[in-house]
């Protein structure tokens, strides 16, 4: 399914290490100055490189079956999806839903992008259950601080105080600000305005978008310079503040997950957030987790590899038996594809609600194991089943020491209260509801 130039990439790494090794030569025969030419030369090389990259069109027919605007996109969709008129337990729902992301992210940010097998190896070292049931009982690189704010032993089995910081959670708080700063008719451009005002640091796409705004870049354009990263994860994680806000409303979360998404990322990577929200914005109103992933399919272009791809994981759910079988089928589906891009987090996003049923801690700790970025699918997949579920039914151990705090990295939002987080979002659903 996706073929990518290993080999030739293998062999380009190989030369530039071998480049490097000239270079400390000449340094040793004391001859930095020429070196640092040479250098500069290659340096420019690249770069000219990388524009005839980026300027190139790809295929015309994927093209088309992939469009950026959102009109062609709901044309190239299924939709059909309806808003709810009433939600049930809503406050119950926004609590679970809010405290099941913060559980799998805080679960997944000491291993993440690791894989199924060292986690499984990790586990047994440490004599834990593996899937995970808890959190874990030692993380590695206890001392670091994460983001400048929490501790690494913050995520650590008895040392949890508060929901401690991640962008996976900094992100769904900032979704949450920008409908209270700019309501549920905010633009592109607002998200880039709140992008300036709130967040300090940002990774890959979020970082050359960042980059882009503060140049003075418009918005709509700041995806598209200098940026590789347009279909990896980024976009999808902020889906859940929106998704929240349009509780019970999956093509409004979708649209709201468009907005948002088309700041930093094109194609996939915007319906990876459209894809999520949506599914996010079902889990409130559904009996089945699984079903929330299925309605979502309809906001999406049928045509797009996401939509393949996601297919593909929903056909193979009924051969795939354990945890081990569904990582080895995304590996053998995605081959070398980026641990953290959108499509095959997607896919194990997928098969780690079905192996989960409605069991929050097979689910959760489930998808954590199977590896990738799994602080992100573990927080997405915490945030579908605490909406379907509600808070009453995600055990207590795993949010006991939470206080009601969540911790973040925005400029002058350090920390937020879940239950007035979880209060406010209640109130625009209910606004939207007309109730």
Partial sequence: MYEYLSDEMRGLREEIDFFQNYVWLQCEYRNKAGAAEVIAELKNAVLAAQEKLAAMPGDPALKAAEPDDYETIVSLSKGGNKAAKEIPDLEKKMLGALTGRFIGCMLGVPVEGWRYPD???YADELGMQFPPV???TKVPYPD???YGVDV???YQKGCVDG??????????LLGYQILKDYGPDFTTADVGEAWKKYLPVACTAEHETLQNLRAGIPAE???EHHNPYVLWIGADIRADGFAFGAAGDPHLAAEYGYRDGFLSHRRGGVYGEMYFAAAEAAAFTVDEPMDALRIALNEIPVGSRLYEDLTWAFETCPSIHNWEEAAAAVDARFGEQARIHTNNNACLTVFGVYLGGRDFTKAVGGTVALGCDNDCTGATVGSIMGACLGIDNIPEHWHKDFHDVVRTYMYGKPEY????VASDLCAMVRARLGR
């Fill in 119 to 121: 986690l499984k190896k």
């Fill in 134 to 136: 808890d959190y874990w």
């Fill in 144 to 146: 670091v601080v994460h």
């Fill in 152 to 154: 690494r032993t913050h």
């Fill in 163 to 172: 929901a401690a910081v991640d962008d996976d959670v900094t992100y769904t």
């Fill in 221 to 223: 354009k700041a995806a």
């Fill in 417 to 420: 209260k879940i239950s007035e």
